[in-house]
């Protein structure tokens, strides 16, 4: 799960880099998040819509993009309150159960700068999962923190031309052996 400008995941499902059938598999941050009326949030996402979990989770952070406010909360030293840490948890545990609840997964990992803003929210990320995942699957299922640098989106777009070149090569390929990562 990145999550930096916007939320998106890449997925690799049974060893394989899934896509979806037009290539827009991951885009979990246009995913209707709570029962909100237009008038309750006001910021709108990048798709037009203000009910994506990006749109709910711009309005928390009282920004227009994530990335802004990152930058101008390092400038400025703004502080984050109780409330923005109570709702980045709640949308945290949103992903969680959807992602371990729907694709019964053997791990997560979360990277991107939005993580920087949120000190103390990560490091409880085992019981955040308890509070939102089934039992049966939560509790098979990893969390990571990954390491947070300039190059990890570039790092996931190789692992896809990897996969790709991999595929190309051999047509009776069924499975790649995705390095592992310290």
């Known amino acids: 799960v990145y999550m930096g400008t916007g939320i998106g995941v890449g997925l690799v499902l049974n060893n394989r880099l899934y896509r979806g059938s037009q ?16 008038s309750e949030t006001t910021a709108c996402c990048t798709c037009g819509r203000n009910t994506c979990l990006e749109a709910h989770m711009r309005h928390n952070l009282h920004a227009d993009n994530i990335q802004e406010f990152i930058a101008e909360s390092g400038k400025s030293g703004k502080l984050i309150d109780e409330n923005m840490k109570r709702e980045f948890k709640r949308q945290i545990g949103f992903i969680m159960n959807l992602l371990i609840n729907l694709l ?5 990992i979360f990277n991107g700068r939005t993580a920087e803003l949120f000190e ?3 490091e409880n990320r085992e019981a955040i999962k308890k509070e939102y995942a089934l039992s049966i699957q939560g509790d098979n299922c990893y969390t990571f923190l990954g390491a947070n640098h300039s190059g990890c989106v570039a790092e996931g777009a190789a692992m896809c031309a990897y996969h790709d070149y991999m595929i190309s090569r051999n047509d009776e390929i069924d499975e790649i052996e995705w390095p592992i990562i310290d």
Do not use: P, Q, R
Not at 23 to 38: L, R, W
Not at 104 to 108: A, C, H, P, T, W
């Open 23 to 38: 290539n827009y598999a991951g885009e979990i941050g246009h995913v209707k998040y709570g029962v909100t009326s237009d």
């Open 104 to 108: 019964n997964i053997d791990f997560l």
């Open 120 to 122: 103390g929210i990560w």
